[in-house]
Every structure is written in C-alpha cells, then in structure tokens.
C-alpha cells in the first residue's frame, strides 16, 4: 500500500462499518452505501492531498453542495468538482462473489476510484451507472472509495441549457450489490439485465416474455426459474428453462405461460403482478435473483381519437413534475419522491411527465403502483452542440433511461429535445435546424429499435410553422406541444385554435400538450388579475380557459400541467426571484388554488372547494367587489356568507361563482354539495373613510394591481388605488412592470426579500394622499430603479419629493445614487393638523414610487 494510502485511511479511520456478508440466504445481497460519506467542495490532487481528516465534511446521501448557493443574490452557483470519500469494508466471503456498485445518478460527471485506481466514469447526471469493483476489493481491510464529481458546463454532456438547476452531486442513492459470480448482468447501460416485455395482451390472456442478460464465471448450465404472484399474492406459475452458458455474457430468450384472464393495469385499477426471477445452478441453488412487477395492459395513440388504454379512451390529464424541494435542491429522500408522485394521482391525474430527465426509481416504481402513465425523456434541452460527442452522449442517455426504466408499466412514451427551434428562424438558422433534425432521426431510429412496444415524442413550443417547416413533426410518433396561453402568448383561449391548425397541417400525428401553466406566487393575490402579476388568481383564469379549449378537443390525448411543484431556477427573474412558480402546489408542497381547480376537473372522486381559503387576511377598499368562487365536479353548490344563504348555483366547467358582500370583521363561508361540505373563515378589513387603523399602518404597493402578503409578515401591501376622499390613493401618473416587456419576468430586485413591492413603480404620479387624522406619522418611502430605459448613467430620473408642501428630498437620482434594481427606504416623521399630501416634481425625465408606508405614531 502506498504511503498516500495511508494517510487517506487514517483520515476515514473514524467512519466505515464492515459489511458482514453473512450467507443468510441464497442470491444476491443488496445495500445502500448512503450513509457517513465525506466531501469536500473543490478539486484536490488527491495523491498529495493532506486534507481529508481535517477538512472534508461528513455527508449523507443523497446530497448536493448545490442546497442554497443558485437561491443567493449572487448570480450563479457553484458549477465545478466535488469530491466524496466512503470506507468500504467487506469481510471475505466463503465463496467467491462479485460486487458491484451502483450509482443511481451523479451530476454530472463522476469519476470512481477505488483503492487508488480509477474503476468507472460515467457522463450525465439523471441515468444510473453500475461498476464491477470484485478486482480491487480487499477483503478484511478498509477500502477507500473515490468520486470526482464534476457539474460544470459541458458541451459534450446535455443538457446545454435549461430552466432549472443544474445540482451537483451524488443526489440520488448508491447501493452495493454482492452477487454469485453467475449473476444477471450489469451492463454498460446502468440497467439490471433482465427486460420484461408483455408483448400480447388482452381481457383473456397475458403473455410475458423476457430477456436476461446473463453473466456466466465458466460455461455452465443454469435453470432460470420464474414465480409468478397476482396481484393479490397468490402463485399464477413456476415456471423453469434451463440454459447453457459460456464464460461471459449471454442472452437469453425466454417466453413464460400464458396468464388467463389477466388483472389489467389501468389508472382506476393499477394491478400488478410480481415476477420472481432466479438463476439457479443444476443442483437448484439460487445464484442471483431479482423480483419486478409486471403490469399488463396496452396502450394506443391515436391522431383522431386520442389515447387508449386496454381498448378504453381516456384523456391523460396530468402534470409536469421536477426533482426539486426547497433547502435539498436535486437531492430528494425517497419519500419525497414517492409523495410528489401521490399528490399528483392525489390530484385525480391518470399521467405526469417526467421533465425534463429520468427520476428517481422511487419515483416509476410509485407510478407503477398508483397507476399514472408516464412520458420520459433525456435532458436534451433548448440546444445541441454539433458534435459527434454530444451525439453519442445523447444517444448513450437514451439507452440508459430505456433500458434502466423498460420494466415499469407507467411508462408509455419515451421522449427526447425539448423546445429545440425556441428562438430560431428559418432563414438565419437553417443549417443549424437541419443538425437538429439530423439527431432528432438518428435518436427516433434508436429509441424504436431499443423498444418496439412504446412510443417516441419530441416537446416542441408554439412555432407550429417552423417546426412543420423543419420536419420536426414528421419524426416522432406523437408530437408534444408546449403551449402557454394566457401566458406568454396574451390570446387566452389560442390554444384551441393553435391544436385546430395542427390538426389540419399535420392530421396523421397523435398530439399530447407536454406544458401548459402560468406563474402564481402563494404571496399574490388580486381582484384585478392580469397576465404575468403572478397571482394565484390569474393562475386559475388561465389553467380554466385552457382546460376549457383542451376537453373540447377529442383528438388531444391529453396535457400536462407545467408544473406540479414550484421549483428553483437560478436564471428566473419572477415574483420570487430564482423560482419558477407555474407550480400548482407551492415549493414547499401547499395547494395552490389551481391545485383543486384541476382536481375538481380530473379528479373522478368528489371535490368541493372554497378558492381563496388560504387568502384568509384582507384589507379592501369597500368600494372593491370580488366574486367567491367554489371548484367542485358536482353540478350543484350552495353557498351561505355568515349564516345567510347566498343560494345554489350550478357549477359551469366546475366552478360556481357568487358575488357575495364580504363584511368587516370575520367571514365565514359555508359550500356544500350533496354530502359535501366546506368551511372557511375570512378576516377582513374594509377600508373606508373613517375605518382606517393608522397606527397599524397602511401600505401602498405604487403601480400594483395586486396584494401582496410576505410569509409570516404581519403586512398586507395593498394594490394601487386611485384616490377617493376619506382614505387614500394615487392622483394621477401610470404603472410601470418589468414584465410588460412581455416575456413573463420581472425583475430580481436586490437587497429586499419583497421584489413584488418593487417590481411595479407608479410613473409621474401628480400625488398620492393619504386623508390621516392630525397627529405625528411615520411616512417611509420605497424605490427600486427597475426599468431599463434608466439604468445608464446620463439618462436617470431626478426629481424632487415634498410632503404637505415642504420639500425633504431634492434631486432625488434613484438609479445613480443607490444603482440599479436596488431596493432603498427612506422614512421620515412628520406632524400634521389632518392629511398627507405626496407631491413629486420632475426634474429630469419623470418621477416614480415603488411603495408607500404611512404609520400613526401619536
Ligand atoms: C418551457 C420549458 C420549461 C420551462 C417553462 C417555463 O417551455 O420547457 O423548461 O420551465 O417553459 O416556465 O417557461
């Protein structure tokens, strides 16, 4: 052993247990390695380094370095090498086996070193990869396990790009299998060697074929042995073939009895079977085993008709979901996983897509078993590199997530290039776009060679006449549209016209919406909602209207929400900067009100739901009218505002709408349908002259159509009103968003954890008044430079401020003074015999306001 080696193993000295490998029973032997790693966040020459006792942290997996830095204001995340130590020790067996590691992803590049010598890379971090370390184990002492992590851009790797983040890490588990040394495979691929087909099935019968991969330690001959259990436990067959082997790989081929009267897996009834599969020596010893659950149905797409199941219609109506939490990044623990996957069928959803790479094997093995169909693809997003290396890494991806992911009867579709023509023109980019075909087919060729019994899709956006243009539409066998509605394209109700032109220019293809959502921050809330305010209202509008367009629509197979959960993207510029909240549920997993807006639309149980439960502190200006809305799949609601009733109404497309006063003081709502019943209280404070608390303070929200309420904040920032005698408001000037140049972002407002309260400014107010009682106030004063006209020195705006008549800011430079989207306040205590009066006067282009305060002191 080198001298390095030693310093290494004095260092890991204080964690590592052996692993006992006690013959308990006969087969394979399989364990998480999670637990007690170490890491250090920076390359080291780890021949020479003298780090590792000192130095390096204690980890378990699955973990990132990513968990907090892509959420900081800094721009970027750490995107570079990661090391991680792990102490293996393995007591020698009584027979010789095999072990073999494997790693269910690492971003996104690993190297494993094990005992100083480099036994396994793999490139791309959403499949896994297996390593056969039997070669360099010793046995009775301590191994020392290496991995290179590395997450930096790579032009070779997908993907290039993309509106998430790239985590690094170990964040998914790795597992040590010990193995007879004839065992199934683990091939090149990352997958276990045996693939389940179930290439006939009907209401009658069933039939399951199999393919092992089997590695074989001298030509031998070996029984495979297959159990088959039905869904209710109970023994369907044993079945037996024997095989000769030769030393080395083998495949074999092997067709099973047939079932009679199969129990078929269907969304309603998700039936499994569970297949036991073993190899055994002549004398019946098992040598390697593995046990998978087989489902069988069948599936069909049609271009007129949609999407069938065992010969059934049905409309996939689904989500979006990301491998994201908040505080963990990329490194969710299995119940995590499992849960995102149970609030999704929780939802009444028959399909999820899993966008925009594999996921977690918890993730297909809970679809499996809830019944959702699922679409899944490579992560080759937005872009290429026209490279032979970039090719052959995509394609190498997709040999990976087809042959780690071929047993699980979710999946239905296999897809890959996500959004590829965004931004692209024909005349400028042709060459560029023909490259891209040019993948797209030798990716088709393979994806339908590797599996023959599943479809193939390409998500495109809503350039519907560059991507015929392109013969993108040609390629695949269904062909996914990302559409944003309401969104980012201002025409509501487009998305039925935009499928109705699709269906015309391209009537041989079946059609799934890949995405569709609109951003909605849970702090949001508005009367007035508008396109890109990212309130949880606008949020419905948008998710109704197109759920409207897509149920009209027989020949759509269904669509996915874009995105089940809020998730981090460090690029974002939105409401909360560094989110992307087209979630239905929040970051941290709390309904949103499209949540059961969509449940009350897929769901086949009972829904009945009061929206704005959550918006449960108001403060109106009493002269506001608001409709309360209930979500049900009933067809009938009655509603009672504080005990009186508001009368039944009939739900249309699920929702009931009433335009009940609510009060000053505690509401409570009452809805009920059937045997359903809802209850919600709702405190309000109705602004009106004469019903103004002063000394809790008022908060106008300058240029902003919407409330604002931060977590836990006792501060509810009110939307922009025009002044009306007794309270207070605006007097003149405009609203002025980032957003409205009309790409849907804001702007990530430094220094403030409230970018909404600057992120709308009023433009040349004449005024703003506010009618306070005599007395002594606090009147603070809020400003972020946000537009961009004035963000260069030279053309600022400058203007002076005054408060009943006395001037206490003169030549006010936002933008020069404090800089760009920076978030500044500045108070001031002021007496008054009764009212406040604001005034700005330009001096150069035109004075703005972000936010307003005003506190009674005494
Ligand atoms: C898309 C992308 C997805 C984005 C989404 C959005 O079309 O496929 O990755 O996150 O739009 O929110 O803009």
């Not at 079932?259 to 390697?288: A, C, F, M």
């Not at 709390?590 to 449940?599: E, G, S």
Request: charged share 25%.
């Amino acid at each position: 052993m080198s001298r390095t080696f030693n310093r290494f193993i004095i260092g890991l000295t204080l964690f590592g247990s052996f692993f006992h490998f006690i013959a308990m029973g006969q087969g394979r032997i399989v364990r998480s390695i999670n637990e007690d790693w170490r890491f250090i966040k920076k390359d080291i020459n780890w021949e020479t380094s003298t780090e590792f006792s000192t130095r390096w942290e204690s980890v378990d997996l699955p973990h990132t370095w990513n968990t907090h830095d892509p959420f900081d204001e800094r721009p970027g995340y750490y995107r570079g090498i990661g090391w991680y130590a792990y102490q293996l020790n393995i007591t020698k067996p009584t027979t010789p086996k095999n072990y073999i590691l494997h790693f269910e992803a690492v971003n996104q590049e690993a190297e494993v070193m094990l005992n100083g010598k480099t036994v396994g890379k793999h490139l791309g971090g959403y499949t896994a990869f297996s390593i056969d370390i039997t070669k360099h184990v010793r046995f009775g002492e301590p191994n020392i396990l290496l991995v290179k992590v590395d997450n930096s851009h790579n032009e070779a790797i997908p993907p290039l790009k993309g509106d998430f983040n790239f985590y690094g890490g170990i964040y998914r588990d790795v597992w040590l299998y010990e193995v007879d040394r004839t065992h199934f495979n683990f091939s090149e691929f990352g997958d276990k060697g045996l693939f389940i087909s179930t290439p006939q099935v009907s209401k009658e019968k069933g039939l399951i074929t199999l393919k092992a991969n089997i590695k074989a330690h001298t030509n031998q001959s070996i029984v495979i042995a297959n159990k088959l259990f039905s869904p209710s436990g109970n023994l369907v067959f044993e079945d037996k073939q024997e095989r000769n082997l030769d030393q080395g790989e083998n495949e074999a081929s092997l067709i099973l009895p047939t079932v009679q009267q199969p129990e078929l897996w269907h969304p309603d009834s998700p039936h499994l079977y569970r297949l036991v599969t073993e190899i055994r020596d002549t004398n019946g010893k098992i040598l390697d085993n593995q046990t998978n659950q087989v489902g069988f149905r069948w599936f069909e797409f049609d271009a007129e008709k949609g999407f069938f199941i065992n010969g059934e219609h049905l409309k996939l109506m689904g989500t979006n979901r990301h491998q994201d939490f908040p505080g963990l990044g990329n490194a969710l623990s299995n119940d995590r996983h499992v849960s995102d996957v149970q609030l999704i069928k929780g939802m009444g959803s028959t399909f999820f897509r899993t966008a925009h790479y594999p996921q977690d094997p918890a993730v297909l093995d809970q679809a499996d078993r809830l019944g959702l169909v699922v679409t899944m693809e490579i992560p080759l997003d937005h872009d290429i590199t026209d490279s032979p290396e970039f090719l052959d890494n995509s394609k190498r991806m997709m040999q990976e997530m087809i042959r780690q992911n071929f047993n699980h009867p979710s999946v239905a579709v296999w897809a890959y290039m996500n959004e590829m023509l965004l931004g692209r023109n024909w005349d400028r980019d042709q060459a560029l776009i023909q490259k891209i075909v040019a993948q797209a087919k030798e990716l088709e060729a393979l994806t339908r060679a590797e599996d023959p019994s599943r479809f193939t899709m390409i998500p495109n956006h809503g350039a519907l006449d560059l991507y015929v243009k392109s013969g993108l539409t040609e390629i695949p066998m269904i062909v996914g549209w990302n559409l944003y509605y309401g969104w980012y394209e201002k025409d509501l109700s487009g998305a039925g016209a935009f499928l109705d032109a699709f269906r015309e220019k391209v009537p041989n293809k079946p059609v799934l919406i890949t995405e569709y959502g609109a951003g909605a921050d849970p702090r949001i809330r508005s009367l007035n909602p508008e396109r890109f305010d990212f309130s949880i209202e606008w949020q419905n509008i948008f998710h109704q209207q197109n759920l409207v367009e897509f149920m009209e629509r027989d020949f759509l197979a269904g669509a996915a929400i874009w995105n089940i959960a809020d998730f981090g993207s460090e690029g974002r510029q939105d409401a909360e900067p560094k989110i992307n909240s087209k979630g239905i549920v929040a970051k941290d997993r709390t309904p949103k009100d499209a949540f059961y807006l969509n449940q009350a639309w897929q769901s086949k149980k009972p829904v009945l739901k009061i929206a704005g439960m959550d918006w449960n502190k108001r403060m109106l200006h009493a002269q506001q009218t608001f409709p309360i809305q209930v979500f049900s799949n009933q067809t009938k609601v009655k509603l009672w505002l504080n005990g009186k009733s508001q009368g039944k109404k009939t739900t249309e497309d699920h929702i009931a709408t009433w335009n009940a006063p609510l009060q000053n003081g505690i509401n409570t709502l009452r809805a009920k349908a059937g045997s359903l019943e809802e209850t919600t209280q709702i405190e309000v404070e109705l602004i009106s002259a004469g019903n103004i608390n002063w000394a809790e303070g008022v908060h106008v929200n300058c240029g902003a159509n919407f409330f604002f309420n931060p977590e836990n904040e006792p501060v509810i920032w009110l939307s922009d009103e025009a002044y009306s005698t007794g309270t207070f408001g605006y007097n003149g000037g405009n609203e002025f968003r980032p957003r409205d140049r009309g790409i849907g972002s804001d702007m990530d407002v430094y220094c403030t954890n409230f970018d909404p309260v600057y992120q709308t400014n009023r433009v040349a107010p004449n005024a703003y008044q506010f009618d306070v009682p005599a007395g002594k106030y606090e009147v603070t004063l809020h400003w972020a430079e946000v537009d961009r006209k004035f963000e260069n020195a030279g053309n600022e705006r400058v203007f002076n401020v005054s408060i009943n008549g006395q001037t206490y800011f003169k030549q006010l430079n936002i933008a020069a003074t404090y800089g760009f989207r920076r978030a500044i306040s500045k108070s001031l205590a002021i007496e008054t015999e009764g009212g406040l009066a604001i005034d700005f006067e330009a001096i150069e282009n035109q004075p703005f306001i972000s936010a307003i305060e005003i506190r009674k002191l005494f």
